[in-house]
């Protein structure tokens, strides 16, 4: 009998998460510490997480939210808003409370009411976050409602990062979840430097599917996320970006948990759960790519350098078996969230249990 293949690499990172709080929390953190030695927590709680001791004590919760013996590490941002202090920002910095700051445009996706209402008024900010190297993670959507769903990246690209990359040309910018073929030539063309100055992180949905999966055979509630799933020339450009080993795209999952109720309703919130098999499904795409040797870069190390940080000590060995993603993830309270791809097979499992 042929042995069962193996692929072990260096501790991944999750980039960007949506960990919640409360009996989320407490369901949600473990599958995340389980695959990743750090993750990039978002701050869109409600009311966001807008200041250093709202991070720290965020920190607290998290942590307590994780089993004995976790090696793992959240990295906290601070939500922008129009109000937000360049002062707090940088001593947040400075402290080792945030990691960086995450901007949304208002009203762009979930809880992101308090988002800025225009970079104009952040800009002081910024300069700030261009002196010290504290990193910008952008939510790279407007939310104009006159602009079509699918067409926000590509105008948010236009109309708002590249201003902001010239009038802040040191800044140091994640274009998070790149849903494009044009982001990806945009990060391509504008992520000049070593490390880069731009950047993009990239999901394990936005690989797998197209906007077609949203309607397929009928509604499905549970493949909707902002920015939206986009047209297969885009998935076909963000896989072989991710594949390619480029240091300007590295791992960021947006597993964005809600209940399956919140989901399964008239006016369903956007977020898809990929943290019950969020390393796996990467490992997949990548096998599908002829590029499992590129897996290790884009999940460990590119982000990593980006960030200035030191790569995990510590690995983890994935093995090509064949496993069912639960139906549900319980939550204390009773209710439950439903996982992306829940009920169906992937192909690599994690080894060590
Ligand atoms: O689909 C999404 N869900 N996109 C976001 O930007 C936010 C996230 C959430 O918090 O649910
Ligand atoms: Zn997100």
Redesign the pocket.
Known sequence: MAETARITLSRPDDWHV?LRDGEMLAAVAPLTARRFGRAMV?P?LVPPVATAEAAASYRERIVAALPAGARFTPLMTCYLTDATDADMVARGYADGVFAAVKL?PAH?????AAGVTDIARVRGVLERLQEIGMPLLV?GEVADPDVDVFDREAVFIDRVLLPLLDDFPALKVVFE?ATTAYAVDIVRDRGDGNPPRLAATITAHHLMITRNAMFEGGIRPHL????VAKRERDRVALRRAAASGDPRFFLGT?S?P?TTAEKESACG????FTAPAALELYAQVFEDEGALDKLEAFAALNGSAFYGLSVNTGTVTLERVDWVVPATVPLAGGGAITPFLAGGTVRWRLADG
């Open positions: 949506h978002m869109n949304y762009a996706t979930t809880h992101s939510h979840h909707y996320c902002l920015p947006d964005a809600h919130c956007a977020g898809i």
